[in-house]
């Protein structure tokens, strides 16, 4: 998790339209993941009212983990409720309502966690957006206002509007990356496929044959299959430059 304000913490002046374009344009550019997490908690941030840090938890097996987060008080917050166990990051993650708290100083519903976010830091109201991609609650976009009733209808309005927005981005992202994943493997098993056959015409050897060779080869001087397939295909070609 970035420590510091990140390219993305630079949305702070943006209006939605143009912070949601920027998403969009991340995910065209092929930006990892980690980069479009900060990007949407520096968004949720900068747009939702009231609110003044941000975070983004997501589910991984058994664990819950901040995956990023505006600044230390977010993900702070964050840690509290792993620690006790309640909260309405956690809640999110498992209903479809958002989960609100607008004065955590006299909540009922999370009391643990309230009593440590009011000890331990400026956070006053606190609410939870459940993230869903393909159709699996994968995590909750997280926010907090460090003073309390700063949570309106607006507020709540604009936070959903920037997790389904969210939901639309990581999406995306996922169906890139493993279009790329595919790519790549395509083009490895070319790769492969075309050095056993230079192996085979070359040295009038079998296709399984060729394949112990590339495969122990690989093994020897652990390099991937396909490094030494390419490195095959090189010394063929330089054969007839």
């Known amino acids: 998790m970035p420590n510091g304000p990140s390219e993305s913490g630079r949305m702070g002046g943006d209006s939605p339209s143009a912070v949601f374009a920027k998403l969009a344009e991340m995910v065209y550019n092929g930006d990892d993941f980690d980069h479009v997490y900060q990007a949407i908690c520096d968004a949720a941030a900068a747009l939702v009212p009231g609110c003044a840090h941000a975070s983004l938890m997501l589910k991984q097996n058994d664990r819950h983990i901040t995956v990023a987060a505006s600044d230390e008080v977010a993900a702070h917050v964050d840690a509290l409720e792993r620690a006790e166990q309640e909260g309405p990051c956690l809640d999110a993650i498992e209903n479809d309502a958002p989960q609100v708290e607008t004065e955590l100083a006299r909540s009922t ?18 609410a939870g957006f459940r993230l869903v991609i393909r159709g699996r609650k994968v995590g909750a976009l997280n926010l907090f206002a460090d003073n309390p009733g700063e949570f309106t209808d607006e507020s709540i309005d604009q936070a959903i509007l920037i997790t389904a927005f969210a939901a639309v981005t990581l999406t995306a992202l996922h169906e890139h990356e493993e279009a790329q994943t595919l790519r790549e493997g395509l083009a490895s098993n070319r790769e492969i496929g075309k050095a056993i056959g230079l ?11 060729a394949f112990d060779l590339l495969r122990k080869t690989s093994q020897d001087m652990n390099i991937k299959l396909t490094g030494v397939a390419r490195e095959v295909i090189a010394h063929h070609n330089s054969k007839f430059d």
Request: hydrophobic fraction near 40%.
């Open 199 to 209: 192996m085979m015409a070359f040295h009038d050897i079998s296709e399984d044959r």
């Open 109 to 126: 519903q999370w009391p643990r966690l309230a009593r440590r976010t009011v000890a331990e830091t400026p956070v006053r109201g606190a």
